[in-house]
């Protein structure tokens, strides 16, 4: 008898453990990221997403020379424990903009507004970065009640965060010649793009070609005057600083400032700013440059998933 049962009982052993390994390994398997396109406001947007569609939301903004690519490695990350959204602005990436679409800040404003109501983004918690910040900081002001927290890894605000390196710009929002707008045509070139990825970091070989060379290969089929566009409109977001800084004064949302201390734009006095508006903001300093997060992404995902467990985690809502 006993001997006609242990075949058996040994099968029914075997297929639980089987069933439970399976099951182990799905448990560690990375987060799955989807693809998608959406139209809103003059614009086909184009996004990742990861994550349970009913776990907190936090909608990633890349900036200059990037898109959602920037945020490749970071989602997966998040997802466990958030609904992750990473579209690209329009002008960058695969977004694609109708040809009457005027290239302005408050205009990718409108259309990322349009686009987190399009997703059901009813509240979420933003990340910042370059570009994204006055986009971002529009959304805030326009909606307050939506943000529940804000990470921001060198997205500015502040005048004192701008360096000497936007003198040209400066210059041609002062004076918008025909001949001052063309000046700010080598920012667009891959070199200069590049060199932006590079500066600042103490080990190039950490920074991945893929980011500047996909940014400058949109930036060439889209057209580079959209480009030239979006940097003599870049004056109109240091207009609106006080308005960014009323929201932080007034809803005091958690805020991380996570900073690539040698970026050769957006200097550290910048990160710091936030404490005068929002004394609770937390500022971290990361030793590379701009594009913070092709070097110390890990840093940055750590400290990111850390504050938004305590701020905005599935318990706190």
Known sequence: MNKGIRP?????????????????QAATQAPVVHHGNIQVDGANVFYREAGPKNAPAVLLLHGFGASSHMFR????Y?????????PDLPGFGMTAADKSFRYSFDNLAKVIDAFTVAKGMDRYAMYVFDYGAPVG?????????????????????????????????RAAWADPTAENREGLRKFNTLEMTKWQYMEGVKDTSRVAPDG?????AA??????????DLL?????????????????????PPTLAIWGKNDPFFIPAGAEAFKRDNP????????????AIETHGADIAREMRSFLDRHVGAGKR
């Open 232 to 252: 003599m409109d870049y004056g109109q977001n240091i207009k609106q600083y006080s308005q960014v800084h009323a929201y932080f004064r007034r809803y005091q």
């Open 280 to 291: 609770e903001a937390e500022v971290r300093f990361l030793d590379t440059g701009h594009f």
């Open 73 to 76: 490695d970071l989602m997966p």
């Open 78 to 86: 998040l997802a466990s424990g958030y609904r992750v959204v990473a």
């Open 8 to 24: 058996a009982v040994f099968a029914a052993a075997l297929a639980a453990t089987s069933v439970g390994t399976v099951q182990a």
């Open 219 to 228: 930036t060439e089929r889209i057209g580079v005057e959209v480009q030239m």
């Open 212 to 216: 500047y060379i996909l940014a400058h």
């Open 137 to 169: 900081w529009r959304l805030a002001v326009r909606n307050p009640e939506k943000i529940t927290a804000i990470v921001t890894q060198n997205g500015n605000a502040y005048e004192e965060g701008l360096s000497l390196g936007w003198a040209p710009m």
